[in-house]
Structure formats: C-alpha cells, structure tokens
C-alpha cells in the first residue's frame, strides 16, 4: 500500500515538474558555431522571429486538433521557405555547387516513415517525403525518383537555381579557399575536399521538429541541405530512419549535426532504445547520446519529445537554433549554451 502512495505521490511531482502539456511542439533550426560574439542584433532578431514563426504554425494545427504530423510539416514548411535555415530555400552547396536536399517524416503511433534524398527540385521536400509516407509502398526514394514521384502526387517543382542563396554560395567558396590552402599544404596529391570541409567548425542549419498532439500521438521531422562542399550523392542522416529522425509511441526525435555520426551511431533510435529497454527518462537518453556522439568526434545536437510531453534539447557545440510551444500557447526561443 505505502509503495502505491509513493507511486501516486512520484506520478504527480512530475507531471506537475513538467507542467501538464497536453500538446506540446519543439524545433530546431540546426546546431553549431553559434556564438552571440558574432551574431548582430539584427541576425539574432531573424533567427528569433522565424523560430516564433515555425512554432506558431505548428501550434495553431496543434490547437485546432490537427495531429503531430500536421503540426511538424508546418512548422518545418516555413523554416523550408526561410532562407535563414539550410533546408529547402538557402539549402548549402555541394562541392560542385549545387544543393541536394534530405528530409524524413515518421509517425510515432504507427512507425510509418517517408523520405527523400539528394533531390534537387523539390521546392518543400519535407511534403515529398510525408507523400512518400502516405502515398508509397516505401520508405525512402532519393534522387530523380523522389522528384517524379512527387511531382506525380502535385508537389510543387522547381528549377535547381530557386535555392541559391549568396550566403550558402559565399560559404561554399570560403571552404574552397581554406581547401585549397589545405591540399597545397599537405602535398599528398590526395584531394580530400569533402573531409576537409566537414572537419571545419561552422554552423550546420539544418531544421526539425517533434510535437505531441491532443490525442497523445507523437511526429518527427527533419529537413536538410546536408553539409557545406559534401560530395555529390552524399547522403546525411536527417533522411534516414533511426539516425536523424525517428518517432514511436513513446518518444519522437530530430537531430542535427554531423551527419556521418549520427549515422554511425543511430543517434535518435538509441534514444527510444534506451528509454524502451532502460526505462530511461527522454532528458538522460538524449544527453547520454549526445555525449556518446562527441566522444566519436562528432558534433551536433537533437530535440526529443516524450509522450508525457517532456523534452530535451541537447547539443555539444556551441549553439543551437531551438524552441518549444506548449499547450498555454508560451513560446520560448533559445540560441546558446
Ligand atoms: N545533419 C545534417 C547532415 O549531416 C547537417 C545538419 O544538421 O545541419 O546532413
């Protein structure tokens, strides 16, 4: 009997801990160097407001009912849009400079899961990759597949120049520059430019988002460029199921960082394997990933959502875009450590 009072008496502490959030949405806007030194005020307010924006549009599907997933494409399609995010619109640049963009939905109640890869026409591939989801036999689709399947199912197609921003373009040219400075230092005739650039420390940008809906269901998503001067056909672990993305009845995630880590160590389904196996709580199973993925050498961070509403944004760099929305409607942004 006095173990069940203890239960009840633990059971209620956390919910009230955690607020009781009945639906509760978080995003992320890429993880990275991101320090407050070389932010402008004005670079931060963007930042800020289009992080308000994302979470806004997720929120109000949220509060009309709408599920998860409805929520997380929508917050996802105006950070798409935004060109401050690499994803769709000011998506980084391939070596060879173009842009190839990743995403990945998965639906936590029944495991359903759709992405794309390294496609170069799909104005918001985040709905590419729900259509995948809904409207396939499959999981995944990359290249000139995703882009017929999508434009077969009336997604909206555009021409590869509709990414092109100058600041992803500048970026790429400042990697070159620091690449070809590298290579005639090494004198090993062995042009590695992609391992070059993906060991230099810069901000990753890549967008996600995880939310819980009125039913108690649970979505992730993620959306990407990948990383600035990758190699052509590289593809990143945003897309892939169980790495950068992942969501079931227990837990939803979305990671960003160094892709290949993440992949290496199935960065977001750990999260949910520890949590099912070891009964360990979203906060510790994400740091503890986090923490295992620098002790690789990588770097990067993640936001996860439990279904108690819960949520833990851990990141080992210096800063990562996020921010969560709860039932009330209180909206809050963060940047920094
Ligand atoms: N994880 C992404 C990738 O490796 C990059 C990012 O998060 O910005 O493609």
Redesign the pocket.
């Known amino acids: 009997m006095n173990y069940l009072y203890t239960l009840i008496l633990v059971l209620a502490m956390n919910s009230m801990a955690f607020g009781q959030a009945r639906y509760v949405m978080v995003i992320h806007g890429?993880?990275?160097t991101i320090l407050k030194e070389n932010m402008t005020p004005d670079q931060e307010r963007a930042f800020r407001e289009a992080l308000t924006q994302a979470l806004q549009a997720g929120y109000s599907q949220l509060q009309a009912g709408k599920s998860s997933l409805d929520a997380v494409e929508a917050a996802i399609l105006v950070m798409e849009d935004n060109p401050l995010f690499?994803a769709g619109k000011g998506a980084v640049f391939t070596h060879e400079g173009k842009n190839e963009l990743?995403a990945a939905v998965m639906w936590g109640p029944t495991q359903a899961a759709g992405a794309i890869a390294g496609v170069t026409t799909i104005r918001n591939p985040i709905k590419a990759a729900r259509a995948v989801m809904e409207q396939s036999e499959h999981v995944m689709l990359t290249g000139r597949g995703a882009e017929v399947f999508a434009a077969s199912k009336g997604l909206e197609i555009v021409e590869p120049s509709y990414f092109w921003t100058e600041s992803r373009w500048k970026a790429l040219e400042r990697v070159l520059r620091r690449d070809s400075l590298k290579t005639q230092l090494d004198h090993d005739g062995n042009n590695q430019s992609s391992n070059i650039a993906l060991t230099n420390d810069y901000k990753?940008?890549?967008v996600g988002a995880v939310a819980l809906d009125k039913a108690g269901r649970l979505a992730a998503g993620t959306s990407?460029g990948?990383?600035t001067n990758?190699q052509y056909g590289r593809i990143?672990?945003?897309p892939i199921i169980g790495a950068?993305t992942y969501a079931n009845q227990r837990v939803a995630i979305s990671?960003?960082?160094?892709?290949?880590f993440?992949i290496r160590g199935i960065a977001a389904y750990d999260v949910a394997a520890q949590m099912e196996y070891g009964n360990t709580p979203v906060v510790q199973a994400a740091s503890a990933v986090i923490e295992k993925i620098g002790k690789m050498g990588g770097d990067?961070g993640m936001i996860a959502l439990d279904s108690a509403g819960n949520m833990a944004m851990p990141f080992n760099t210096a800063g990562m875009y996020r921010g969560a929305v709860t039932e009330s409607g209180e909206i809050e942004i963060a940047i920094y450590k």
Do not use: P, S, V
């Open positions: 890429g993880a990275g690499n990743d990753y940008g890549t990407t990948g990383m990758k990143g672990d945003a950068g990671c960003t960082g160094w892709g290949e993440f990067g």
